[in-house]
């Protein structure tokens, strides 16, 4: 009962499936009905029977922005699924995962939809990488995969193979196989249905299982790559790179590489397209080489200046310069809307501006910055800009209105600070959990002599998170490991605590008096409210009327 009521609880109030039946409906269902519940998916999962009606999908398409409607491609297809199979699969799914990290099956290097993981895990990686290649005043070749419809192409077998090969056996592995058998779906226009179609392969579409199963199968790419050659993933983005002195010797361990991984692919389903797929060769040298050639299918792989990779744009020099560009354009389009909306006779307010300005263009600013922020200022002050103008219009200040203001009475920071804000949240996160790749980014002795003897280059950003905690005298601090996977999901957590404000009445007792009774001294109580407390209140307003920050 426990994990059913923890499914019901992070289901959002989607659209229901073709029984009808929707998580507001489940979600008000009471004690003996969801004791009804459990127990029909509890026979589903012994007696291991599947209902036919969880096979069905409804297919609605949405047609792309900017798209031509009579091509059937330019549709996005959104897969409507039983809400009652999406809560067991929920369910299944919270024990699937857990025995999946207890068991070490999903390569560290996959970040896709994983507890404690993101994307910014890969820009960090492949970042660190270039940096340190060009402090060694080496080569590094690196190639960005697109595997053709990954998603529609998982093989099914392959993934019951995988769980078995890990030693999955019971219930778990014959429910997986009669979720993935006799799937079937129509597609929805308006009130009119077509005909059934069977789904003969890859995992169903708008599922909560088809992203850990999916994951699980295509991550174990990443075990036929040598050790000279290093490659990431998050979920179905493919990225390998190699590092050296000699770019023959680069080119042939790629190419092996590449022949291995195109070899995996067409055992298990899969397709890389050679024309979507790029190639950059990140390089500060300044004499004449030449790019590296690799082929898939006896088709070359291009070779680019720039990736847009994960939403940031890298360069072969590491300047960051395409990225704020481009970042820089769209935050221009849309000051507009801050513009029509800041009309002084029927305009938003300024809390409201603000909160669009938040929400629409500083999330963009925001996104991946612990990574581009290591660009020269003179590159980043093109930032300060969008952000001073956003400010001005959302506070109604003048042109001539000093920066500073702007700051206070927006109560914002300046980008540099909220980059650094941002790097170090990003830097205890990553420690926190165990085993993160990031965590164990350490530079050798080597390379630390070698940043301190060429200071002109860039550190990475580990380096330069360590270097900024240590400049805030926060460096001596022990960030605590969190685990999410401490308490199996079938047993009910149990916590012993003190809680020594059960004996007071929250209606009848004033906080101040409260803290005093409990954490001091009698003799000390009236002496901090009439000083400390009263000149706690004193700095801190001092403090925000001339510093220009509030504490």
Same mark, same amino acid.
């Given at each position: 009962?426990?994990e ?8 959002q109030d ?5 029984d009808g039946i929707t #998580?507001?409906m489940l979600c ?5 009905s969801?004791?009804h519940?459990?127990f029909l998916?509890?026979r589903?999962?012994t ?11 409804i297919v609605i398409?949405?047609l792309?922005p900017?798209k031509d ?5 330019? #549709?996005r297809?959104?897969?409507?699924t039983s ?17 999946l990290?207890?068991?070490?099956c999903?390569?560290p290097?996959q970040?896709g939809?994983r507890?404690?993981? +993101?994307?910014f895990d890969n820009l960090?990686l492949?970042?660190t990488?270039?940096?340190n290649s060009f402090?060694?005043?080496?080569h ?5 995969f &697109?595997?053709?419809?990954? #998603?529609?192409r998982a ?8 769980? $078995? ?8 592995p014959?429910?997986?196989?009669? $979720?993935l058998?006799y799937?079937?779906f ?9 005909n059934? $179609? ?10 909560v299982? +088809?992203v ?5 199968h295509l991550?174990?790419i ?16 493919l990225q390998i ?6 770019? &023959?010797l680069?080119?042939r361990?790629l190419?092996?590489?590449v022949n291995?991984l ?11 397209s050679?024309?979507k ?7 500060r040298?300044?004499?004449?080489h030449l790019?590296p ?10 070779v680019? &200046?720039?990736?847009r990779f994960?939403?940031?744009i890298?360069?072969r020099?590491?300047?960051f310069l395409?990225?704020?560009l481009?970042?820089?354009?769209k ?5 507009n809307?801050l513009k029509?909306?800041s ?5 938003a ?12 263009i ?11 922020g290591?660009a020269?200022p003179?590159v980043l002050?093109r930032l300060?800009t969008?952000?001073?103008s956003?400010l ?10 000093p920066?500073?203001?702007l700051?206070?009475i927006?109560n914002q920071?300046?980008?540099h600070?909220r980059?650094?804000?941002i790097s ?5 996160r990553?420690?926190?959990?165990p085993?993160?790749?990031i965590?164990?980014l ?8 070698? #940043? ?7 550190l990475p950003f580990?380096?330069r998170a360590?270097?900024?905690l ?9 960030i605590q490991s ?8 079938? &047993?009910?957590p149990h916590f ?6 059960s004996?007071?009445?929250k ?14 001294p009698p003799s000390?109580?009236? $002496?901090?409210?009439h000083?400390?407390?009263y000149?706690?209140?004193?700095i801190r307003?001092?403090c925000w009327?001339?510093c220009?920050?509030?504490i």
């Amino acid at each position: 009962m426990f994990e059913l009521k923890t499914a019901l609880s992070r289901a959002q109030d989607t659209s229901s499936g073709p029984d009808g039946i929707t #998580y507001n409906m489940l979600c008000h269902l009471n004690t003996t009905s969801l004791s009804h519940l459990l127990f029909l998916f509890n026979r589903i999962w012994t007696q291991q029977k599947y209902p036919s009606q969880w096979h069905e999908a409804i297919v609605i398409p949405i047609l792309k922005p900017g798209k031509d409607p009579s091509n059937p491609l330019h #549709y996005r297809p959104i897969a409507l699924t039983s809400c009652l199979c999406k809560t067991f699969e929920r369910m299944v799914n919270a024990r699937l995962i857990f025995e999946l990290k207890k068991q070490g099956c999903i390569p560290p290097l996959q970040s896709g939809f994983r507890r404690g993981r +993101s994307f910014f895990d890969n820009l960090v990686l492949l970042e660190t990488q270039i940096r340190n290649s060009f402090v060694r005043r080496n080569h590094l070749v690196s190639i960005f995969f &697109d595997i053709e419809k990954a #998603y529609d192409r998982a093989w099914r077998y392959g993934i019951l193979s995988t769980l $078995f090969n890990f030693g999955f056996s019971g219930n778990l592995p014959i429910f997986l196989k009669n $979720f993935l058998s006799y799937r079937t779906f129509r597609v929805r226009v308006g009130n009119f249905y077509s005909n059934h $179609f069977i789904q003969a392969e890859f995992v169903p579409q708008g599922s909560v299982l +088809s992203v850990t199963l999916f994951i699980v199968h295509l991550s174990q790419i990443l075990h036929h790559l040598t050790s000279s050659v290093h490659g990431n993933l998050y979920v179905d983005d493919l990225q390998i790179s190699c590092q050296g002195s000699n770019m &023959d010797l680069i080119e042939r361990q790629l190419q092996t590489a590449v022949n291995k991984l195109v070899a995996w692919c067409n055992n298990n389903g899969h397709a890389i397209s050679p024309e979507k797929s790029r190639c950059v060769h990140f390089c500060r040298k300044r004499g004449i080489h030449l790019d590296p050639v690799i082929h898939i299918n006896n088709v070359a792989i291009p070779v680019v &200046d720039d990736i847009r990779f994960l939403g940031v744009i890298f360069d072969r020099k590491l300047t960051f310069l395409p990225h704020i560009l481009h970042l820089r354009k769209k935050c221009e389009r849309s000051l507009n809307i801050l513009k029509v909306l800041s009309r002084t006779s029927w305009g938003a307010d300024r809390t409201s501006l603000l909160r669009i300005y938040q929400a629409v263009i500083l999330s963009s600013i925001d996104y991946g910055c612990m990574v581009y922020g290591s660009a020269s200022p003179t590159v980043l002050r093109r930032l300060d800009t969008i952000h001073h103008s956003a400010l001005r219009i959302c506070s109604g200040a003048f042109r001539t209105s000093p920066v500073e203001s702007l700051y206070v009475i927006c109560n914002q920071l300046p980008l540099h600070l909220r980059r650094q804000k941002i790097s170090a949240l990003y830097f205890f996160r990553a420690n926190s959990v165990p085993n993160h790749p990031i965590s164990q980014l350490t530079l050798p002795v080597s390379l630390h002599r070698l #940043y301190a003897a060429r200071p002109s280059h860039i550190l990475p950003f580990c380096e330069r998170a360590k270097l900024l905690l240590h400049g805030s005298d926060l460096n001596n601090i022990a960030i605590q490991s969190s685990d999410f996977f401490c308490f199996p999901p079938w &047993d009910i957590p149990h916590f012993s605590y003190l809680n020594p404000f059960s004996g007071f009445d929250k209606s009848s007792t004033a906080p101040v008096v409260t803290f005093q009774q409990l954490f001091l001294p009698p003799s000390l109580s009236v $002496f901090f409210l009439h000083t400390n407390f009263y000149r706690w209140l004193e700095i801190r307003w001092t403090c925000w009327l001339w510093c220009g920050f509030s504490i």
